[in-house]
Nanobody, 124 residues
Framework: QVQLVESGGGLVQTGGSLRLSCVTS????????MAWFRQAPGKEREYVAS????????YYVNSVKGRFTISKDDAENMVYLQMNNLKPEDTALYYC?????????????????WGQGTQVTVSS
């Protein structure tokens, strides 16, 4: 099993920044891809970004490219999501996720482990 715990959410004004953190524990060696998803009220869970634990490659949804950066700290078993120039449409519950598959994927159902989420609210 793998445990994921997110933190760092909060209330910020448009144009502001937040950094989300995800601490991982358990059988983390079994997970190759770490990702961030988000879900706004009344909407489906949406892929935001992912990072490959082995080679560090990253992928982003188009709407956050140039504003968000996903990174990892292997020594601390941490994954981060730096969010800059936040917009009201970024408001959502943000989840950290992990999959045992070796390739990036944007489909939530293909991820094996999930955190409980951290709320991000961007005011206009």
């Amino acid at each position: 099993q793998v445990q994921l715990v997110e933190s760092g959410g909060g209330l910020v004004q448009t144009g502001g920044s937040l950094r989300l953190s995800c601490v991982t524990s358990g059988r983390t060696f079994s997970t190759y891809i770490m990702a961030w998803f988000r879900q706004a009220p009344g909407k489906e869970r949406e892929y935001v970004a992912s990072i490959n634990r082995s080679d560090g490659s990253t992928y982003y949804v188009n709407s956050v490219k140039g504003r968000f950066t996903i990174s990892k700290d292997d020594a601390e078993n941490m994954v981060y999501l730096q969010m800059n120039n936040l917009k009201p449409e970024d408001t959502a519950l943000y989840y950290c996720a992990a999959r045992t598959g070796r390739f990036h994927n944007t489909v939530a159902s293909l991820y094996d482990y999930w955190g409980q989420g951290t709320q991000v609210t961007v005011s206009s």
